[in-house]
């Protein structure tokens, strides 16, 4: 079952969410979480990271430098898309040139994105929370992650999952945006079944 993300998603977020998915399931072959994962705030929206896996360079939502392992292309994907989801309009530019690989489905974002403004935080109550993840593909160049999470819009609680590409491109992973035509929806989940738990290192 497909959900469309515009529903649950706040406007913010929704701008990255709505245009960067590609369908797949979860697979029967689990890479293991960082067990170093740590987590930090970017826009409202709590984000994780690893001093192994990334990132590791520059600040906010321009931070990069992911490791070349499954860890690292999931890092990216969360870490990449929330912060092309909550840039504002003076910074955007520079985080989809730093955490997308060029290509038609950049420039339809960026179209996009040109016309909207983004200003202020996500509200605590309506943030995503990314709670789990499947690498549904790997290859040293290429990856696909399947990220699961939960959030909460009004009474309504959901979980769901969409899928991030990435390309290694240079020497660091980058979200492979899809064009519109592609017209992916996130899969509503009953459960975490088939998926890493992201939890901070105890």
């Not at 293991?32 to 906010?60: H, I, M, N, Y």
């Not at 890092?75 to 092309?84: D, R, Y």
């Amino acid at each position: 079952m497909t959900l469309s993300r515009s529903a649950r998603l706040t406007s913010a977020v929704a701008v990255v969410l709505i245009a960067a998915a590609c369908g797949s399931e979860a697979s029967d072959t689990a890479a293991p979480a960082p067990s170093d994962l740590e987590w930090r705030t970017v826009g409202g929206v709590d984000v994780p990271s690893s001093p192994t896996a990334g990132p590791s360079t520059g600040t906010g939502v321009t931070r990069h430098g992911y490791d070349k392992s499954p860890q690292g292309a999931v890092l990216a994907a969360i870490n990449g898309q929330t912060a092309l989801a909550v840039a504002d309009d003076r910074t955007w530019p520079e985080v989809v040139n730093t955490v997308t690989a060029p290509g038609p489905g950049r420039d339809a974002f960026a179209v996009a994105r040109a016309a909207v403004t983004v200003a202020g935080t996500v509200p605590q109550e309506s943030a995503p929370r990314f709670v789990g993840f499947d690498v549904t593909a790997y290859e040293p160049d290429a990856a696909t992650a399947a990220v699961s999470v939960a959030q909460t819009i009004g009474e309504d609680s959901q979980l769901y999952s969409y899928p991030v590409a990435l390309q290694w491109v240079g020497d660091d992973w980058r979200i492979v945006l899809p064009t519109p035509e592609e017209n992916i929806d996130a899969a509503e989940l009953d459960d975490l079944a088939g998926y890493t738990a992201l939890k901070a290192a105890s």
